[in-house]
């Protein structure tokens, strides 16, 4: 058995798979359809929509087969995406490369394979159109040519597909957008306002008048970095190439972010402790890490008071767990549930008064996710709280 080489161009090729977000979704009756007519027009037992990823070869549709995916190394489809047309093997059994693979000496027993590229608009080859039968035959001209055509309709099935997808989370975007500049960035500005007014219409004296202060300036503060995360986020919606993974020293990053924000965790008496292995290395996005390290500092120390706040990692396979702990007021369960919810989620007042909306943590959730990871959370009511995230861990070779 020949195990078919990588093409040259494997990662961009991988990349534009995923650009379609269709690995491991639900049958659709579009493809099965597309699939049922190839294996009519062909008169074949077996015919699939293949997509090859990593490792694997997965069906997104197929007609006469039970297994969702097989192996990608026995894959006769891996031998398919090397090549620019239609790769045929009258009889498997007595091809040199496939007489031996598994799905020849047993099931399916595959004797007769035709395997259509699927190739995107810009010239990668993601996957196939494939029929297959258990018996030796070949293709006419006319089962060749519906091969070739229906392959392209597979293409442009998950073409719209795509912008099916793209809009649904552009509209989400604008729901998300929307709530929060209604309602989180108004709030200062009402504050504000109302201040004004109040001294305006009943002519406040500057001594109460400069006692309000310190609240509106508070608001302002939190709209502030609340802008901050808004535009990040935004940003990281709408440019579809723009995470950066590099090799990054994690303590060293920690060690930035806490001396930048050191006045803000004097003011609250807390300590600060990097605990963070020194040879650990991380592969992520500079400006995301540093986004997500931020925003959970300044959450630790927004609910802590002379208390103690340390960063620690451990590995775990291939990632590493990183834990942002505090000794502050921490939340029940009630409150962990609506942490990471958008439509729940809740505005809760530091120790000084600090306000927030809780856009950070979802900010902070969505960019581990982006680099590969996943968050949680671990709290105990004036105990403490724990966000924990995990990143892939650089291994050098």
Known sequence: MKIAPKPANEQERLNALNEYH?????????????????????????????????????????????????????????????????????????????????????????????????????????????????????????????????????????????????????????????????????????????????????????????????????????????????????????EHNGIKRKIISLRYVVDQIIADNQQQFDKKNNEVENLVDTTCQVLADEHMLRTVLRNLLMNANKFTNHGRITISNAAVDTMTEICIADTGVGMDQLQVSKMFNWDKRTSTKGTSGERGSGFGLLVSQEFVEKNGGRMWVESVPMEGSKFYFTLHQYHAE
Request: proline content about 6%; overall charge negative; charged content about 25%.
């Open 22 to 238: 269709i690995l491991d979704t639900p049958a659709e009756r579009d493809f099965d359809e597309i699939a049922e007519l190839a294996s009519i027009i062909c008169e074949t037992s077996i015919s699939t929509v293949t997509l090859i990823d990593e490792a694997r070869q997965w069906f997104k549709a197929k007609v006469g087969l039970d297994t969702p995916e097989t192996s990608r190394d026995i894959a006769f489809c891996s031998h398919v995406i090397n090549q620019d047309s239609v790769m045929i093997v009258p009889d498997a059994s007595k091809d040199d490369r496939f007489h031996d693979n598994p799905l020849v000496t047993g099931n399916p027993d595959i004797r007769f394979y035709a395997g259509m590229p699927l190739v995107t608009p810009d010239g990668y080859n993601i996957g196939t159109l494939c029929v297959i039968d258990t018996k030796p035959k070949n293709l006419l001209p006319h089962q060749l040519f519906a091969l070739q055509v229906l392959s392209k309709q597979v293409i442009k099935q998950m073409e719209l597909r795509k912008k099916v997808f793209e809009l649904e989370r552009l509209n989400d975007t604008h729901r998300k957008l929307l709530s929060v500049i209604g309602h989180d960035l108004r709030s200062p500005l009402t504050s504000l306002y109302g201040l004004l007014e109040l001294s305006e219409k009943y002519d406040l004296p500057p001594e109460e008048f400069k006692a309000k202060l310190p609240e509106v300036r508070q608001g302002f503060t939190a709209a502030n970095s609340l802008l901050g995360n808004l535009l990040e986020w935004a940003t990281s919606q709408f």
